[in-house]
């Protein structure tokens, strides 16, 4: 240690150069992988650190000395600016001393869960979060919580990642560094601030956030209002949903929440509304859309799309068009149109047949339907939606309507008016990133230089942050006590999983301050919230274990249709112009996970783009513009010009583009900075996700990193589709594709035994599947998966255990896309074992191809000689052995992978072990269902089953049974442990008479 | 004259013999061969090699100093190609290796004496092939420093290698000819060694060659024991010839991957392998014999004899090539159908009819003795066949691997300055080797091919 502590004594500390914690900051930016810790090191050693620190931790100062190593430790772990420099000190004789008192069920090894509440756009959505050794390791669905069901997304599952990110805002920081920046010094400042707000009675005071639905940081909001009368409360979302409430006024007079029932709903219709992956209710929609995709469970539903973009929802659907916003809309008035709603003007569209085959089909489920509009799009053709839902009487049985569930104060635009009134003296922003993603009309980073004093609370000192007087840094979910609402008003607890990693607090502890009660916990905060109501302290626990309150669902509020057609909401572009759809992003949403490596690195899905946005255009737009994969191209809105790079694409409209959000960060953190391209300046606040663009070739090129670059099947039969219709006419269909399983062939090698035991086998029904990811990322956090970067990826080195293949079928302009999530089939004869040459990898008695790493010596034969491709090796030392941060977000019970050796798929064999092990020492058998994968419990549509087939009785073993059931490849005799169910569409036959897939393929 | 020589015999020829110029006698040949190594300078076109083979040595010390530090991802494998440069060089080399091993033993065993001037260089190359061969499974793998595991030896873990997987049958076959090549090659040293030492001036080269000479004073028992010893060896390398390349056959001809599971691989693969070492022979000997004017003991009929070999492997492997397509169409499988197309026609299509021109066509001139016996059409020849036999791995490992079975996993492959740098690290290693064995030993076996003359004086025996 000696050698690097600074040497205080020798020199006064005037005379010695002076470091700010934003030097300090400097000095470590963009400095990345050990180059960072060098830096750090070097940083440490300069006298100036000594005083800083002193500045910095006034109350550790003192443990910047040998003697206390331990607390000086400690102080290490909770600072970013300290990390790394354990290494090379000798370490000094100490004592360690066992618990006195062992916490109860601590057990090494050993999982515990706990309830908690992340939010989405402000709504609730349960999660059951993992912990070991009082470390949150991952979090999964609440199965009691109605949002979830126990399924989960992608960006939910990440977010675990985000409490671990080192990039993590760790200690306050005022504006210049020139004031000692600790929470003690912006408490005084802000009391400061907030006193002489209180003369005016607020009327300088602004609070910026996301909406909100929790009910603790509404009753705080309404004491500030009560302390500051005159203060104003803005809220903001970067993906707008204030057409919806528009929509909502014109129809029914008042602004409500959407509760939509589609397990009751035997055609959904959506005009541009991906309601599979977005929105506070897409995970259970997605699981009621797939409850009703089973043709042998019972009637599947329909699924109808038309859209300006190419989602996941699209991918879903049995009949989808590809139109721009106006030609979307001219479709939905002619379907208006037909089933009698009064829609004036015109109704003519050049889809009418399919407009015409969609209204008879819609009339045909009259109250057993949905019409979705995208919440994006204009309130007229959202309102139209609406009418038609109330036309069809599916009001009150599938879309039920209650009382907006987030509150919402005044627009961002009015902030920018009272900014430029000059009213604004102190501004509060909670979790909210304006200086990135504010629409570029609104100019927010030039106008929140105006305002005197202003306060940006985050998980990161971002964008904004560099912008704000004060930046505080804020605890994440899974650190802080709070409250949220679920889509249907459910409500439940924030419970913190862990002490806060750094010095950080809750919103709702900052909005308390603020409030005049500075200091208050969070925990006291929620629980003066809910002890009163709940009845007590036994309530409130069962709350917290169950993640909800019990009835606390929103009743629906009786509307009737005030609604009269003003004409269409949305225009067309004009032909010179690409009419561009800026959407948020499927993984790093509106840049809010930019930082975050699981989720840049998850495969987009159907484009499979990683580390990148992309200007989204079709074949024939490509055509005609003479634009390629790959090349640049400038994006010139009249407002504000982009330069993005071209990816051509299915799916999308002749004459649209698509442009994801979240891209093009500058202070998102290591990972985050410098991916892609902002598209804030093509956003203004009257039209946040659509504008019109020129476009112009810059000439210079660009390499994406794509994870498959392959679209088509290739006529070969491993994934198969069928229809309805084919179904009925040939239960067996699925056959003509070709056999499951080879003949059984002689071997010279003695075959396994397979008959002791469970034997572990997998289905994934891919009529189901929708393609969302969901499993790669669980698998991911379950499996310590480490994340490989831009380049690699490109180099086709991803680690994925779990991968959703996805394929087109048909013309490239409507093509069909089809999801295949393809994971380590643990072949019972499998190719891989045969040709090892050191035995790592070898057949479990279960049934499992098992990986022994240790044994691995790295000669890749068993990749090459794997007919699915699913292995994945270690290039490189990919997984993070150094950060210490990110060490504790990892699973104990699955090692961490060394570079050189091969991974893959283990069936989660340490969730297989711990039932073992649970079940003999109940000297029982395990029970069905005991078992869950990681990939299967995520799944929001219940896709994946897995179980022990030599149980009759197990719902693995039943599903094996299906007709539909297929094994990939089964022709090689692998004998797949993980089989497929065809995807089965239920098309319109009036809109389609054969299975294209059928026709195709000539029962090859 | 030594006194291992056998029997001084000054007489001419009396008819000419095309596999040894005529005017040679005895003392002629010893002379002759023992100068270079026993000369104190190298032509300046040699040492020029040696010093180009040097900085190209550097180039393989700073690749595999990379490899260890950083890992395999240095190079550009990937998924779905988990082999690329590394096995493609490794089959290159065992191939290479071949000619030697086919000349010292099977042309021993079958009498051909025109073997003799040039088996030593075939055999030295043999050895140096191996050499460069054999690093690249050990550094191909993610962890060599346990390569060792894939050898059979006793160890706490009980562990062996898994005998099922043709790898570890490589080890067996590429370590036993590898043994056994560097034995029979050092025996048969062992006489030209004896020679070396009695005609050294200098101390260190006495010394040295003495001890490599191992006392042979060329009594009559030591040639008896000798020849019974080189004969034994020749019989036990005749099936290393078949079985080695035979094994990296299977390597591939165990998988599963279309384009690898071909049932013809061994025996394609061996006239494959003796194919590109003859080649590999001319590439070397030719030039060797105009530096050191050794056209006396290397031939045209030399020359010819080995094109006539090549013609005759090289119809061997195009025949091959041939049947691929013919499996590929007759057993109406989609995927082998689909990787011969993809070959054909896929991104990969160049390397294709690269390897059909450079393996197939072009070595059709061979019919002609005028190409046969011209050494400049030969050499060039030789070096377009060494690049074909490289195409035909890459076409094998790269075009089978980059698009199998699921099309979702197809990918590409592309060297990275590392293979590139490995690769010709290894044929630096390879020509600076040569230049040292040209430099240190006696490059055509000195006795035996004064044994040959002595056969050809007593023609009729006696």
């Not at chain 2, 700073?62 to 988990?82: K, M, R, S």
């Not at chain 2, 003796?274 to 006396?296: C, E, H, N, Q, Y």
């Not at chain 2, 390397?351 to 002609?368: D, E, K, M, R, V």
């Amino acid at each position: 240690m000696s050698s690097l502590t600074p040497s205080t004594q020798n020199t006064p500390a005037s005379v010695r150069e002076q470091l700010s914690l934003v030097e300090a900051r400097q000095q470590l930016e963009g400095q990345t992988g050990r180059r960072f810790w060098r830096s750090l090191d070097e940083l440490s050693r300069k006298e100036s650190f000594g005083d800083l620190l002193q500045q910095e931790f006034p109350r550790f100062s003192a443990e910047w000395d040998p003697m206390h190593r331990r607390t000086f430790l400690r102080l290490m772990g909770a600072s970013l600016a300290l990390g790394g420099l354990t290494a090379c000190t000798r370490q000094p004789r100490e004592k360690i001393i066992p618990y006195v008192k062992q916490p109860e069920n601590m057990i090494p090894g050993k999982a515990q869960f706990y309830a908690t509440t992340a939010t989405i756009c402000g709504y609730g959505f349960g999660l059951l979060a993992t912990s070991h050794m009082g470390r949150p390791t991952k979090v999964d669905g609440n199965e009691l919580h109605p949002a979830s069901l126990g399924g989960t997304d992608a960006a939910l599952l990440a977010s675990i990642l985000t409490m671990y990110d080192p990039d993590r805002s760790q200690s306050p920081r005022r504006k210049g560094g020139a004031t000692a920046a600790t929470w003690e010094t912006f408490d005084a400042e802000l009391q400061a601030q907030l006193e002489q707000q209180t003369a005016a009675k607020g009327a300088g005071l602004r609070i910026l956030s996301g909406p909100v639905s929790s009910p603790t940081f509404l009753a705080l909001m309404k004491e500030v209002t009560t302390r500051f009368p005159s203060a104003v409360w803005h809220t903001y979302e970067p993906v707008s949903r204030s057409g919806w409430y528009e929509a909502t006024v014109a129809a029914f007079g008042q602004k409500l929440d959407p509760v939509y029932n589609l397990a009751d709903a035997d055609v959904i219709v959506s005009f541009d509304a991906d309601f599979l992956s977005l929105g506070p209710a897409h995970v259970r929609m997605a699981r009621d859309f797939g409850s009703r995709r089973s043709v042998e469970a019972g009637s599947m539903n329909r699924l109808y799309v038309a859209e300006s973009q190419m989602s996941t929802t699209g991918a879903a659907a049995d009949h989808r068009l590809a139109l721009t916003p106006d030609a979307i809309e001219s479709v939905a008035r002619a379907v208006a149109h037909a089933l009698g709603v009064a829609v004036t003007g015109s109704h003519d569209t050049p889809h009418a047949a399919w407009a015409e085959a969609l209204a008879a089909d819609l009339k045909a489920h009259a109250g057993r339907s949905v019409v979705l509009a995208g919440e994006h799009r204009s309130p007229a053709l959202q309102a139209l939606a609406l009418a038609i839902n109330a036309q069809l009487g599916n009001l009150g049985k599938t879309v039920t309507l209650i009382k907006p569930i987030t509150a919402t104060g005044a627009s961002l635009a009015d902030l920018a008016q009272a900014i430029d009134a000059g009213s604004v003296q102190a501004l509060l922003m909670f979790d909210v990133n304006p200086a990135y993603d504010a629409p570029a009309d609104l100019a927010l980073a030039e106008r929140l230089a105006k305002v005197p004093f202003t306060i940006q609370h985050g998980l990161f000192d971002d964008e904004t942050g560099a912008l704000s007087t004060w930046h505080v840094p804020a605890s994440h979910y899974l650190e802080y006590w709070g409250d949220a609402r679920a889509f249907d008003g459910t409500t439940s607890l924030v419970q913190p999983l862990i002490e806060p990693l750094y010095k950080t607090r809750s919103e709702l502890e900052l909005l308390a301050a603020v409030a005049g009660r500075p200091g208050t916990s969070g925990y006291d905060l929620v629980r003066a919230t809910w002890l009163d109501t709940l009845g007590g302290d036994l309530a409130f626990k069962r709350a917290l274990h169950d993640g909800l309150l019990a009835d606390t669902t929103e009743a629906a509020v009786s509307v009737s249709l005030a609604w009269k057609d003003a004409g269409p909401g949305e225009t067309p572009t004009t032909p010179d112009q690409l009419d561009l759809a800026i959407l948020p992003d499927y993984a790093v949403a509106d840049g809010r996970l930019a930082n975050n490596g699981w989720m840049q690195e998850m495969p987009r899905p159907i484009t499979t783009l990683t580390w990148d946005n992309a200007l989204l255009i079709s074949e024939e737009t490509g055509g005609r513009l003479g634009l390629a994969t790959g090349d640049l191209v400038e994006l010139d809105s009249g407002n504000g010009k982009v330069t993005a790079p071209v990816l051509v694409a299915v799916g999308i409209p002749v004459g649209a583009g698509v442009v994801h959000m979240g891209y093009g960060r500058t202070a998102a953190g290591r990972v985050g900075n410098g991916v892609g391209f902002a598209v804030s300046p093509l956003q203004t606040a009257a039209s946040p996700h659509r504008a019109s663009v020129r476009v112009r070739k810059t000439g210079d090129g660009f390499e994406f990193a794509l994870t498959q670059e392959s679209h088509t099947i290739a006529g070969r039969n491993h994934l198969r589709v069928g229809t309805v219709s084919d179904f009925k006419a040939d239960k067996k269909f699925v056959m003509k594709f070709g056999e499951f399983g080879g003949k059984e062939t002689p071997s010279i090698f003695p075959p396994h035994d397979y008959s002791q035991g469970p034997q572990w086998g997998m289905v994934i029904d891919l009529s189901a599947c929708i393609g969302c990811n969901a499993c790669m990322i669980a698998c991911q956090a379950e499996n310590n998966i480490p994340v490989v970067g831009k380049d690699q990826v490109r180099r086709g080195r991803e680690m994925h255990w779990i991968r959703v293949d996805r394929y087109y079928e048909g013309r490239a302009a409507d093509a069909a896309v089809h999801h295949q999530p393809m994971t380590c089939v643990q072949c019972e004869n499998a190719p891989c074992e045969a040709v090892c040459p050191v035995a790592a990898t070898v057949h479990s008695t279960d049934g499992i191809n098992q990986m022994v790493y240790n044994r691995c010596v790295g000669t890749r034969y068993c990749s090459n000689n794997c007919p699915y491709k699913v292995r994945r090796f270690n290039f490189y030392k990919f997984a993070d052995h150094e950060t210490p941060s990110l060490k504790l977000q990892r699973n104990p019970n699955v090692t961490v992978r060394a570079r050189g050796v091969m991974e893959k798929c283990t069936f989660c064999i340490q969730r297989i072990s711990e039932a073992r092990i649970k079940a003999r020492r109940e000297d029982r058998a395990i029970a069905d269902g005991e078992v869950v994968t990681a990939c299967q419990q995520a799944c929001p549509t219940r896709a994946i089953v897995f179980g022990d087939i030599r149980d009759p009785m197990s719902e693995v073993s039943k599903r094996k049974e299906s007709p539909l059931n297929y094994g990939v490849l089964a022709v090689l005799n692998t004998r797949p442990r993980l089989t497929y169910h065809a995807r089965i569409r239920n098309p319109n036959t009036s809109l389609e008479t054969s299975s294209p897939m059928e026709s195709s393929h000539h029962g090859a | 004259m030594a006194p291992n020589s056998p029997p001084d015999q000054k007489q001419g020829f009396v008819e000419i013999e095309p596999v040894l110029d005529t005017h040679h006698t005895m003392e002629t040949v010893t002379d002759k061969i023992s100068a270079i190594p026993l000369s104190n300078t190298l032509p300046r076109s040699i040492l020029g090699v040696g010093f180009a083979a040097l900085l190209l040595l550097g180039s393989l010390m700073g690749a595999i100093f990379f490899l260890v530090v950083e890992g395999t991802g240095i190079w550009g494998i990937n998924q779905p190609v988990g082999w690329g440069f590394d096995i493609i060089n490794f089959v290159w080399w065992i191939g290479i290796g071949h000619a030697g091993t086919l000349i010292s033993a099977i042309l021993l065993l079958l009498r051909q004496e025109w073997r003799t001037s040039i088996n030593r260089f075939a055999e030295t190359m043999t050895i140096f092939a191996v050499m460069c061969a054999g690093l690249y499974p050990l550094l191909h793998t993610g962890r060599p420093w346990l390569a060792y595991w894939l050898f059979p030896y006793p160890n706490v873990m009980e562990m062996w290698p898994q005998f099922r997987s043709p790898l570890v049958w490589d080890v067996f076959a590429v370590s036993t000819y590898a043994t056994v090549s560097l034995l029979f090659w050092l025996t048969g040293l062992v006489p030209d060694f004896a020679t070396l030492r009695d005609r050294a001036k200098g101390k260190i080269a006495k010394v040295g060659y003495g001890i490599a000479a191992m006392g042979w004073r060329g009594s009559a028992r030591h040639w008896q024991r000798y020849e019974i010893a080189y004969l034994l060896l020749a019989g036990l390398s005749t099936p290393l010839v078949v079985s080695v390349h035979s094994i990296v056959g299977l390597d591939f001809a165990v998988s599963v991957i279309p384009g690898w599971h071909v049932t013809i691989f061994p025996p394609y693969f061996v006239a494959g392998a003796i194919f590109s070492g003859f080649a590999m022979v001319l590439t070397l000997a030719i030039p060797v014999r105009a530096i050191f004017g050794l056209k006396d003991m290397i031939t045209l009929n030399h020359l010819d004899n080995i094109s006539k070999v090549m013609l005759a492997t090289g119809l061997m492997v195009f025949y091959g090539y041939g049947m691929e397509v013919f499996f590929a169409w007759y057993s109406a499988n989609e995927y082998e159908g689909f990787m011969k197309f993809n070959r054909m026609f896929g991104p990969y299509w160049w390397s294709y009819w690269a390897l059909i021109l450079c393996n197939g066509i072009i070595p059709q001139i061979l019919w002609f003795k005028k190409v046969r016996t011209s050494p400049i059409i030969l050499f060039f020849l030789s070096i377009i066949i060494n690049i074909g036999m490289w195409l035909e791995r890459f076409v094998i490992i790269v075009t089978s691997l980059h698009r199998d079975f699921l099309p979702s996993s197809w990918g590409m492959y592309a060297p990275t300055k590392f293979d590139i740098a490995m690769y010709l690290g290894t044929i630096g290693l390879f020509l600076f080797l040569m230049v040292l064995a040209i430099k240190f030993l006696p490059i055509i076996s000195q006795f035996e091919v004064r044994e040959l003359l002595h056969k050809k004086q007593h023609k009729n025996g006696h």
